[in-house]
């Protein structure tokens, strides 16, 4: 049972564009809920997050927004570059418990 | 300032053989976790704790286990290794909820 599901497993888009990265979660326990960035042979690294108290939250060129009716969320990267070619993955958690994450969208910036 | 470093970064193993990845940061973090990822897939969740001497399970901890005797070191030990343990482990830690995780680079593991 997938809480946390990333129905999209790529995205191409091109430089200079809008990136749309969607999420959705089953579980309406979730109050915490991010976004990761990993690139091949490394990590993944943090990129943005979100509280269930807030509807966006923004970080430069990257806006997360949630929609807690609709069970959703998206990343919003503007303007888009060739170095944001990453896999993304959602994530999101209950309280002070592990996350739980999507399965995730490979993103692809042309130039 | 290091992070979280795992080691090694790559491994193969015959069935049946054991061994243990290791896992350390040294950000003072109270939480840290073991996650697996298989290829197109997310991160599994094998084994976390929340502070020294205290373990828990994880979505996927059969043929595993873990020990946290210290803050900084949280070893992953894998006994009798099956083909289907064959993937990419990764360890993390955080400070808290609000904070996001620090992963380490990851170690492929090869059953063979």
């Known amino acids: 049972d997938q809480q946390v599901k990333q129905n999209s497993p790529s995205l191409s888009v091109q430089e200079g564009r809008i990136s749309i990265l969607n999420c959705d979660y089953t579980?309406?326990?979730?109050?915490?809920f991010l976004w990761y960035k990993k690139y091949p042979a490394e990590g993944p690294t943090f990129l943005i997050s979100i509280s269930s108290i807030k509807d966006k939250n923004e970080d430069g060129r990257f806006t997360v927004f949630l929609n807690k009716s609709a069970k959703h969320l998206s990343l919003h990267i503007v303007p888009s570059q060739p170095g944001d070619s990453a896999v993304y993955f959602c994530?999101?958690?209950?309280?002070?418990?592990?996350?739980?994450f999507g399965k995730g969208t490979r993103l692809s910036v042309i130039a | 300032n290091a992070g979280v470093t795992q080691t090694p970064k790559f491994r193969i193993l015959k069935i049946g053989q054991s061994m243990t990845l290791q896992c350390t940061q040294d950000?003072?973090?109270?939480?840290m976790y073991w996650y697996r990822q298989d290829p197109g897939m997310g991160l599994k969740l094998i084994y976390y704790s929340v502070g020294a001497g205290i373990t828990d399970k994880g979505e996927v901890p059969n043929g595993y286990n873990v020990s946290r005797s210290t803050t900084e070191d949280f070893p992953l030990r894998l006994e009798l290794a099956a083909p289907s343990q064959t993937s990419v482990y990764f360890c993390a830690s955080r400070q808290g909820q609000l904070y996001g995780y620090t992963f380490g680079s990851g170690t492929r593991l090869t059953v063979v």
């Open positions: 579980n309406s326990m979730f109050d915490y």
């Open positions: 994530a999101a958690s209950p309280g002070n418990t592990p996350l739980v």
């Open positions: 950000m003072n973090h109270n939480y």
